[in-house]
């Protein structure tokens, strides 16, 4: 996947905004890309399928390096789709579910492991080759997932908490945006938004106080520019390059 720096625009800004530090001008395409990407959800990323572990409801979120999740688009089990809900709707649905395994002891959860909860036999093995753990089957509330939550940036939970009765595959379709100390982000999105980034920037670093490029007046029109282009942005990530027929159909008379 081909990256794109932050630094690569500030050709583009050094014009508008003479005596403004290099540094500066980086900083302020970096908050504008961020920006750009939350309102348009135009930089998209299908997380590759990955086996859910039994008795492990909390995941990270497997991302491009230099990115955050911005916005979960959905999520999909064995083929079928979770049901995406708040944080709200998980503590109604499951109002258990923040008790590891159902509050029992860990000593409990695995004793119908191969080898015994920290005991050196689990080391016995081929590296990272532990015990065999099944989740006991009288687990309070474990089952197939059928929802999932997010609860900090950067992790997501399934709901309710995996039995191992089978092995469940799940694959997630998500928006990113650059990590606050990204360098850069992908090329093809950074392409696609471009005029967006640099219009936004601009509009910032055109209104900081106390320097001798400020102008109200011209930020104002690259306010203007940022929001059509952010609007038409994210109607293209909507539609795609698929375009649909126009048809006409003449009102019935009874």
């Known amino acids: 996947m081909a990256t794109r720096t932050f630094a690569s625009l500030v050709p583009r800004l ?6 403004c530090p290099q540094y500066t001008m980086i900083q302020y395409v970096r908050d504008a890309a961020i920006r750009t990407c939350e309102r348009t959800l135009a930089w998209r990323h299908v997380q590759p399928s990955f086996q859910l572990l039994p008795g492990v409801f909390e995941y990270a979120f497997d991302r491009p390096p230099q990115s955050d999740v911005h916005a979960l688009f959905g999520a999909h089990l064995d083929g079928s789709p979770l049901d995406v809900l708040t944080l709200d709707q998980a503590i109604e649905a499951y109002p258990k579910w923040a008790d590891l395994y159902g509050g029992a002891d860990l000593s409990t959860v695995w004793s119908g492991a191969t080898a015994g909860l920290n ?5 016995a093995v081929t590296f990272n080759g532990g015990g065999v753990f099944t989740v006991p089957e009288d687990m309070d509330g474990a089952g197939e997932p059928r929802s999932i939550t997010q609860v900090t940036p950067d992790k997501f939970v399934v709901l309710p908490l995996p039995d191992s009765t089978k092995t469940y595959s799940m694959r997630m379709f998500y928006a990113l945006k650059p990590a606050r100390d990204a360098d850069g982000m992908e090329k093809a999105i950074f392409d696609e938004l471009e005029e967006a980034i640099v219009h936004n920037a601009l509009q910032h670093l055109l209104v900081l106080p106390n320097v001798s490029w400020s102008d109200r007046e011209l930020a104002a029109y690259h306010a ?17 390059n698929a375009r649909g027929t126009m048809r ?4 019935r008379f009874a």
């Open 14 to 19: 050094n014009p508008s905004v003479p005596g």
């Open 119 to 123: 005991e050196s036999d689990l080391n």
């Open 224 to 240: 203007k520019q940022f929001l059509r282009e952010m609007v038409e942005r994210r109607a293209r990530a909507n539609i795609g």
């Open 248 to 251: 006409a159909t003449a009102p």
